[in-house]
């Protein structure tokens, strides 16, 4: 390898959205920083099967209302 093109490579904290902590090796921050995860595999619907919705400033309820019939058949 050439020296000196590549970036440092040392030892990092990990904690996860549940407060469990690992030690892993990284190029992110400086050796012995810490990163904070937000979605880990423990909370991110795509590993856990569990679905959550949130309906922030009632953008859900607004579609809903919009398009809410849309497909439905009058009786006639």
């Given at each position: 390898m050439k020296?000196?093109?590549?970036?440092?490579?040392?030892?990092?904290n990990v904690i996860m959205?549940?407060?469990?902590?690992?030690?892993?090796r990284?190029?992110?921050?400086?050796a012995g920083a810490t990163l904070r995860l937000d979605i880990d595999p423990k909370s991110h619907p795509a590993w856990t099967?569990?679905?959550?919705?949130l309906d922030t400033g009632g953008q859900v309820a607004k579609f809903n209302k919009k398009?809410?019939?849309?497909?439905?058949?009058a009786k006639a």
């Open positions: 020296s000196g093109i590549h970036p440092d490579y040392h030892e990092i959205t549940d407060g469990t902590e690992y030690k892993t990284s190029c992110y921050g400086q099967g569990v679905q959550r919705m398009f809410g019939g849309l497909g439905r058949r």
